[in-house]
């Protein structure tokens, strides 16, 4: 992150960046990195933390429920955890309800958990959902998929618009063949997220209809 001078006081904004498997995320939040100031922090992601952590991937319904749970603590202990640093912008690197689209099994994840759709929307500000790329081209071009096949990592692209429907601030950012063109329209969108008073740090222009980042 940028360094930054801004003495200000700031109300966090919470801002959840989502998308299915191979949707670029990870190389976008590189990007942030690079253009945005220290006010915008970015969390790290739970899913990471949890399996990252030796967490039992796969397995019985029983043990992938679990697994999401765990997931869903995590996030909100890293969420409370971010609070009271003067951040003006608290980058979720996914969000609560992102695990409902991976829950297995009767039920759902929300309920399991003993909360609400309603109150898991309104933890966040703004939701910015990096589309899933639909053709093998597209994908040469960003991250490898891990584990899904582009049909799967399409269902799951699906599953998580469904989850966050009803959101009230929510951005699609469609897959496009120049990464570059996507990363930047997410930059851009973030951008309007930061209080003027950090903003200075990003300018933006458009170019061709997309918009574009110079630091
Ligand atoms: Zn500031
Ligand atoms: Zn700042």
Redesign the pocket.
């Known amino acids: 992150m940028k360094p930054?001078d801004?003495a200000l006081t700031h109300t966090p904004r919470r801002v959840v960046l989502t998308g299915g498997p191979g949707a670029g995320k990870t190389a976008v939040l590189e990007l942030i990195r690079l253009f945005f100031?220290?006010?915008v922090r970015t969390l790290p992601e739970a899913a990471g933390i949890v399996f990252g952590g030796g967490f039992p991937r796969g397995g019985r319904t029983e043990a992938l429920q679990a697994a999401q749970r765990a997931i869903y603590s995590v996030q909100r202990a890293l969420e409370l955890a971010a609070e009271g640093d003067n951040s003006?912008v608290l980058l979720c690197d996914r969000g609560t309800v992102d695990g409902a689209a991976y829950w297995a099994g009767g039920g759902d994840l929300l309920s399991a958990v003993n909360t609400t759709l309603e109150i898991e929307l309104a933890r966040y500000d703004t939701v910015i959902h990096l589309r899933t790329p639909t053709s093998p081209a597209a994908y040469n071009h960003q991250n490898p998929l891990r584990h899904e096949s582009i049909e799967e990592a399409s269902a799951i692209d699906a599953r998580i618009k469904e989850r966050w429907e009803g959101h009230p601030r929510r951005f699609f950012v469609d897959a496009t063949e120049d990464f570059l063109i996507k990363a930047s329209h997410v930059l851009a969108l973030l951008r309007d997220e930061v209080p003027k008073c950090?903003r200075h740090h990003v300018r933006t222009f458009l170019w061709d209809g997309h918009a574009r980042i110079k630091p």
Request: glycine share 0%.
């Open positions: 930054c801004c100031c220290t006010h003006a950090c």
